[in-house]
C-alpha cells in the first residue's frame, strides 16, 4: 500500500542484556497521527529510538514507505524524512534559536524552500521568531519544546517521531503544544508517531493509538475508542469508578479488550 | 455395560491415631511436631516458614476470638481470599470451635460471593484484602447473618471505620486474651464434634442453575487422610506447592489434610502465574497438578527446545526417542530391553536431568494429575522422561475415590478404587461412587441431593468402564456426549484432550451434538502462539490481532488436522473457529482452574458456531499437518 508510511513488524530491540521491546508491530499511514501509550519503562522511547536508528534492533523489520530502514545510521534514517523530536527537547544550548532550526534543514539545498519553511515555523510558533538570535539555552521549557519541533520541521520531514513533547510543562503549554501539532498534521500534512504519557491528551490528538506494556503491544484502534475502554479509563485516564467506600486502593485486572 | 452391584453397607468411620474428626487430629498431632515446619510463604520475596506450634497458636487465637464474637458450633464461616498463611490458621481456627468453612473462589464477583454467603448462612467473612472487602461491602445489605467480616490485608483501610468489620489482627488479640482467660475451653470443645458433623461447605459451579453447596463431612476428609496408597504415602519430609485455591476440595484435601496426616510440609505458590518460577525454587517431592499445569510444563519445553541449537535439538530428539520406547514398553506392560535401560540412564543424566530441573520436578517422586481428564500423549511424554504420574479421579461429592498404582502404567484409566471405595456401571453406562469419603449432600437443596445419592450412591454423572483388572476408564459427562446427526455417539473430553497437547492449544469445545459434523472452537495458548508469531515474523498487535493472522489459523488448522488422524472421519474437526477474546479466571467462561466451560462457552460463541454450520459451505476437512 502506497499510502503506509511506517510499518513495523514483530521488532525486538534490546538493551544489553535486556530486550526492552519483544516483538512489536505497528503501522502508520500517510496523514495520520498515531499515539503510542505506555508507562515508565514501556518501551515507547526505545521504539523511537529504534525507529530512527539511534539503538539497533535485533529482529524485525521497520519499512519506510515500504523500504527496509531497520539497522541503519540515524543520519541515513533522517535523510529518508525521518525527523525525530527526542524526550528532553535536546535543542543546541549554544546555538541560536535561527541556528537550531537552520540545522533541521542541514541536508536541504532549496534555498527557496528552506526561506519558506523557516516563516512557516515562525507562524507556527510565533515565541520563536521573537528571539532569533537568542541562545537556545536562554528559552523556556516550553519555547525549548517548540524549538525542537519547529527544528523537526525544517527538514519536510516524511514522519515525525515526537517523543513525550509534553515532559515537564504546564498544562496551558500542553494545550497549545498539542494544538500546534495538529495544525502541523493539519495544515501541512505532516504524518506523526506521538509518544506520550499523557494519556487524555495523546488520545484527542491522534486517530488511533497503540498501547505499550513491558516491551509489547496489549491493545490498539482507533483514539475515540480506546478512550472509550474500561482498562484505558482506569489505566492511563485516572477515570475509577467510585467504589463503594468512595475511594479504593486496589486495581482491577487489565484485560485490554 | 453394566456389573454386578455391590451390596449394602454402612460407610465406615475411619481414625488416625485414634482421633476422628480433623480438629482432634491438629490438636494431636501439633503436640508431637512443635517445631518443625508446616508450612512456608514468601514474604518481601524470601520464603518464611512458619512452625507447627505457630500454626497452633494462630488457630486457638482465631478459635477463642470467634467464639468471643459469638460463633457457635455449627457456624459458618466464609473465607474469600488467595491462598495465604491467614487461609490456613482461619480454616483450622474455625474447625476448632466446630464451625465449618466455606472457602469462596477469589474470582468470585459480588453476586456470587453474595450468594454464597447467603446460602451457607456465614456468620463470620475472612476477607483478603481490599478489593474484597469491597465485593462485600457491595453487598453487605443482603448479608444481615454476618457478625464480623476480618481483613488479612490492611493496606489502604488505615481509617477505615466500620464497628462490623476488623482487622485480622485485632482478632488475634481478642484471641489471644480470650484463651489466657479460658484456658482448655476450645480443647474438651473439640472433643464433642462428631465425625458425620460438617466441616467443610464447597460450592461447585454450576454449570446450570445456581451453585451447589456439598457438605463435607469430617468423616469425609479423616478418609481422605488415608487415600494415598503406599508407596505414595506422604512422609513429614515430603514438601508441596499449594497453588490451587484452597476452596477447591483437591486442593484442600492435598495440602490441608494430607500434611495434617502426615506432617509433609506445604509451600505457597506466590500467584498462579508464579507457579513454574516457585516449582523451579523448591523442587516439591510431590506434585499434585491439574492437567494444564502439566500442559504448561510440556510447551515449555517444547517452545524452548524449537530455539535449541542443531546439536541440542537431536539430542533431546534421541534421548526422548529412548525414552519412548522405554514408556511404550512400560505400558505395554514389557520390561525394557537392557540396553534401552542402560541408554535411558545416560538420557536421564544428559538431558532429561536438567529438563527436570527446569521444570523444578527433579526431586519430585509423586506426581499425580486430578481434576480433569488428562491427554494420553501427555503421560507418556512425561514417562519418557521418566516422570510417571499418577492420576486419581474424584469430584467434591464422591472425595478422591480411585488412583493409578505405581509401576503400573495405564494411560487412559484412572486407576483402582481405593479400599473404602466401591464402584458400579449402572445400566447407562453412569459410574457410581460409594465412599467412606462422600459429602453428606448439598446445601438446602433436598431434591437435587436426592438426584444425586440414590440408595447410598453417588451418581457421578460421568460415563465409565471397568477394566477386568478393575481399573476405571472415564468415557465422558453423560450430558457431554455428542451424538451426531448420523446417530453416533462421541465423546468430547477424548478429542479436546487431544487438541490441548498441542502446545498452541490451551483448551478447546468441540461441538457437534446432532449436527452433521463435529465442530471446535479452540483457545490459543497465548504465551506459545505469540512466541510463534515472534519467531516466524509474523506481525500482531493485541491478542485479538494474533487470532485473525491467517498465519496463526493455518497453524491450528494444522494442529487440529493433526489431531484428527488420531480419529476415524465421524470423530474429527472439519472446522474450527478461534476464541479472540483473552479470557482470564473472572471470565465466567473459565472455570477457577482455567478450564473453558462447555455450556457458557457454547452460548456465548454461539454466532461462531453458527457460522461454522452455515448452509451452503460443505465442510472443508482440515487436512493432516505435513510431516
Known amino acids: 500500500m502506497s ?51 539511534a539503538l539497533n534492533s535485533s529482529k524485525g523489520e521497520i519499512l519506510l514507505a515500504g523500504r527496509p530502514v531497520q539497522n541503519r545510521d540515524p543520519d541515513w534514517v533522517a535523510a529518508q524524512g525521518v525527523a525525530h523530536v527526542p524526550e528532553g527537547r535536546e535543542v543546541f544550548p549554544f546555538l541560536t534559536v535561527y541556528e537550531n532550526l537552520m540545522l533541521g534543514a542541514y541536508r536541504r539545498r532549496d534555498a527557496k524552500g528552506i526561506a519558506g519553511d523557516l516563516q512557516m515555523v ?133 484485560t485490554w479488550r | 455395560m453394566s456389573t454386578e452391584r455391590p451390596p449394602h453397607r454402612e460407610l465406615t468411620i475411619h481414625q488416625i491415631a485414634g482421633c476422628d474428626t480433623t480438629p482432634k487430629l491438629f490438636l494431636k498431632k501439633v503436640a508431637e511436631r512443635g517445631e518443625r515446619t508446616a508450612l512456608r510463604e514468601k514474604e518481601l520475596g524470601l520464603w518464611q516458614s512458619y512452625s507447627w506450634n505457630t ?32 487461609w490456613v490458621w482461619a480454616d483450622m481456627g474455625t474447625m476448632l470451635t466446630g464451625g465449618v468453612v466455606c472457602g469462596i473462589y477469589p474470582t468470585s464477583q459480588p453476586p456470587q460471593v453474595s450468594f454464597c454467603l447467603q446460602d451457607s448462612r456465614a456468620r463470620v467473612l475472612f476477607v483478603e484484602n481490599e478489593e474484597q472487602l469491597d465485593k462485600y461491602l457491595e453487598v453487605r445489605h443482603e448479608l444481615t447473618e454476618i457478625l464480623r467480616v476480618y481483613y488479612i490485608d490492611g493496606k489502604g483501610l488505615r481509617g477505615y471505620k466500620d464497628p462490623k468489620i476488623q482487622s485480622v489482627e485485632a482478632l488475634y488479640e481478642d484471641g489471644r486474651k480470650a484463651w489466657a482467660e479460658q484456658q482448655g475451653v476450645i480443647e474438651s470443645m473439640v472433643q464433642s464434634i462428631l465425625p458425620e458433623d460438617p466441616a467443610v461447605i464447597v460450592y461447585t459451579s454450576g454449570t446450570t442453575g445456581k451453585p451447589k453447596g456439598a457438605v463435607i463431612p469430617h468423616r469425609a476428609l479423616m478418609f481422605q487422610m488415608t487415600a494415598t496408597p503406599t508407596p505414595f504415602r506422604l512422609e513429614g519430609k515430603d514438601e508441596l506447592l499449594t497453588y490451587l485455591p484452597l476452596c477447591h476440595l483437591a486442593e484442600r484435601l492435598f495440602s490441608l489434610s494430607l500434611p495434617l496426616a502426615t506432617g509433609a510440609t506445604i509451600n505457597l505458590a506466590e500467584s498462579p502465574a508464579s507457579v513454574p518460577m516457585n516449582l523451579m525454587e523448591l523442587s516439591p517431592t510431590v506434585v499434585f497438578g491439574v492437567p494444564r499445569i502439566w500442559e504448561k510444563s510440556y510447551s515449555r519445553v517444547v517452545t524452548l527446545m524449537s530455539e535449541a541449537s542443531w546439536a541440542g535439538k537431536r539430542v533431546y530428539a534421541a534421548a526422548l526417542a529412548v525414552g519412548k520406547r522405554r514408556a511404550d ?207 516466524h515474523g509474523i506481525p500482531f498487535t493485541d491478542y485479538r490481532s494474533l487470532c485473525a493472522r491467517p498465519e496463526i489459523l493455518a497453524l491450528v488448522e494444522a494442529e487440529v488436522g493433526h489431531v484428527n488422524q488420531k480419529f476415524s472421519s465421524v470423530e474429527q474437526v472439519k472446522r474450527f473457529r478461534l476464541i479472540d477474546v483473552l479470557l482470564t479466571a473472572e471470565d465466567e467462561e473459565l472455570t477457577p482452574t482455567m478450564k473453558l466451560k462447555r455450556n457458557i462457552v457454547s452460548q456465548k460463541y454461539g454466532m461462531l458456531i453458527d457460522e461454522m454450520y452455515a448452509s451452503g459451505a460443505s465442510p472443508r476437512p482440515a487436512k493432516p499437518a505435513e510431516e
Open chain 2, 329 to 535: 514398553a512400560l505400558v505395554d506392560g514389557r520390561k525394557p530391553s537392557r540396553l534401552d535401560e542402560v541408554l535411558f540412564s545416560l538420557a536421564d543424566r544428559f538431558v532429561f536431568h536438567n529438563i527436570k530441573q527446569m521444570l523444578g520436578l527433579d526431586k519430585a517422586r509423586f506426581l499425580v494429575s486430578g481434576a480433569a481428564p488428562i491427554s494420553d500423549s501427555l503421560l507418556r511424554w512425561y514417562l519418557s522422561l521418566g516422570l510417571p504420574i499418577a492420576e486419581l479421579y474424584g469430584q467434591t461429592e464422591t472425595g478422591i475415590a480411585t488412583i493409578t498404582r505405581p509401576g503400573e502404567f495405564k494411560p487412559g484409566t484412572v486407576g483402582l478404587a481405593l479400599s473404602g471405595v466401591d464402584l458400579h456401571i449402572a445400566q447407562n453406562g453412569e459410574i457410581l461412587v460409594r465412599s467412606d469419603g462422600q459429602f453428606s449432600g448439598y446445601l438446602n437443596q433436598p431434591e437435587r441431593t436426592a438426584e444425586t445419592v440414590v440408595g447410598g450412591w453417588v451418581h457421578t454423572g460421568d460415563v465409565g468402564k471397568l477394566d477386568p483388572d478393575g481399573s476405571l476408564r472415564i468415557t465422558d459427562r453423560i450430558k457431554d456426549i455428542i451424538i451426531t446427526a448420523g446417530g453416533k455417539n462421541i465423546t468430547p473430553s477424548l478429542i479436546e484432550n487431544e487438541l490441548k497437547y498441542s502446545a498452541y492449544i490451551s483448551d478447546s469445545v468441540v461441538i457437534g451434538d446432532r449436527r452433521s459434523f463435529l465442530t471446535a472452537l479452540v483457545m490459543l495458548d497465548k504465551e506459545n502462539a505469540e512466541h510463534y508469531a515472534q519467531v
Open chain 2, 55 to 86: 500454626f497452633h497458636e494462630r488457630a486457638m487465637w482465631i478459635a477463642h476470638g470467634l467464639r468471643s464474637v459469638g460463633l457457635v458450633p455449627g457456624d459458618v464461616v466464609a473465607i474469600l481470599s488467595e491462598d495465604c498463611k491467614e
Open chain 1, 122 to 254: 515562525y507562524e507556527y510558533f510565533p515565541a520563536l521568531k521573537e528571539r532569533t538570535s537568542q541562545m537556545a539555552c536562554y528559552l523556556s521549557g516550553g519555547q525549548q519544546q517548540m524549538l525542537a519541533i519547529g527544528r523537526a520541521c525544517m527538514s519536510r520531514p516524511r514522519l515525525m517521531l515526537l517523543d513525550e513533547p509534553s515532559l515537564g510543562l504546564s498544562p496551558v503549554l500542553v494545550k497549545s503544544i498539542f494544538q500546534v501539532i495538529r495544525r502541523l498534521n493539519q495544515e501541512q500534512g505532516i504524518t506523526v508517531l506521538l509518544v506520550e504519557q499523557n494519556a487524555v491528551v495523546a488520545l484527542q490528538t491522534s486517530q488511533r493509538a497503540y498501547v505499550m506494556e513491558v516491551g509489547g503491544v496489549v491493545m490498539d484502534g482507533a483514539s475515540a475508542e480506546l478512550a472509550q475502554s474500561e482498562d484505558i479509563r482506569e489505566f492511563y485516564l485516572g477515570q475509577k469508578s467510585a467504589g463503594v467506600r468512595g475511594t479504593r486502593r486496589w486495581k482491577k485486572r487489565k
Open chain 1, 3 to 53: 499510502d503506509v508510511v511506517l510499518e513495523i513488524n514483530n521488532l525486538e530491540t534490546y538493551y544489553g542484556p535486556i530486550m526492552a521491546i519483544r516483538g512489536v508491530s505497528l503501522k502508520v499511514n500517510q496523514g495520520e497521527i498515531v499515539a503510542v501509550l505506555g508507562a515508565n519503562g514501556a518501551g515507547k522511547t526505545t521504539l523511537l529510538k529504534t525507529i530512527s536508528g
